[in-house]
């Protein structure tokens, strides 16, 4: 069955803070996507990925970097943490664009 | 831009009931996806179809690309189907469109 986990689940930073944001796949998928989801939204996408080395840019990237170490792992990174960035963050990955997304657990960012 | 409208925003149901929750788009779409998001905040996958109807257990959905709309009906609703319920849909290539979600209590 598609496994998609992030972690960490939940995480506490303050403004200006360094946050990395870790999602791993073993569904051997090629695309992977970061969204943020908040409340009265749906999913926004923030990044994706179609290999290890891409890197694309969604609808939402300000203040967010993206990299994709190997095709498992994609991480988000925000430099420097804002209280606009408060919000629950989904990994998800897809063999294709044509394809179903399978989406991790999701992670939930507080920025003070 | 693509437009995705879900109604309605918000359905309170009783055990036992069933209704229809709906996504309409502005554009023609390739595919549509549709998930709850439960009490613990984890998005699980209820349907993927590029045509016709999906039925599993008591969920049903259907999509028609021609009319612009999906559906997703809940019959004899349980408590465990509270949630808010997203619709996502493909428009081509990497984009995916959510709508802002149908959230669902289902009361004793």
């Known amino acids: 069955e598609a496994a998609v986990t992030q972690s960490p689940r939940n995480k506490v930073t303050v403004t200006g803070g360094n946050v990395t944001l870790s999602c791993r796949q073993t569904?051997?998928?090629?695309?992977m996507y970061w969204y943020r989801q908040d409340t009265g939204h749906g999913l926004r996408l923030i990044h994706y990925s179609y290999g290890a080395g891409n890197l694309q840019i969604g609808d939402v990237p300000d203040g967010y970097k993206a990299t994709r170490t190997t095709q498992e792992d994609f991480f988000l990174l925000l430099e420097l943490a804002s209280p606009s960035q408060t919000s629950l963050y989904f990994c998800?990955?897809?063999?294709?664009?044509?394809?179903?997304?399978?989406f991790g657990p999701g992670t939930r960012l507080t920025v003070l | 831009g693509d437009q995705v409208e879900q109604s309605p925003s918000a359905l309170s149901l009783h055990e036992g009931t069933g209704s229809a929750l709906r996504c309409n788009f502005t554009?023609?779409?390739?595919?549509v996806q549709w998930f709850r998001k439960n009490s613990r905040g984890s998005l699980i996958n209820l349907f993927y179809l590029a045509s016709g109807t999906k039925e599993n257990g008591r969920l049903k959905s259907a999509f028609d690309s021609k009319e612009r709309y999906s559906t997703l009906h809940i019959r004899d609703a349980q408590l465990e189907d509270s949630g808010t319920y997203f619709c996502?849909?493909?428009?081509?290539?990497?984009?995916?469109?959510f709508g802002s979600g149908t959230r669902l209590l289902v009361s004793p």
């Open positions: 569904n051997s998928h090629n695309y």
């Open positions: 998800a990955s897809s063999p294709g664009t044509n394809y179903e997304q399978y």
């Open positions: 996502a849909v493909r428009t081509g290539g990497y984009k995916v469109v």
């Open positions: 554009t023609t779409m390739r595919a």
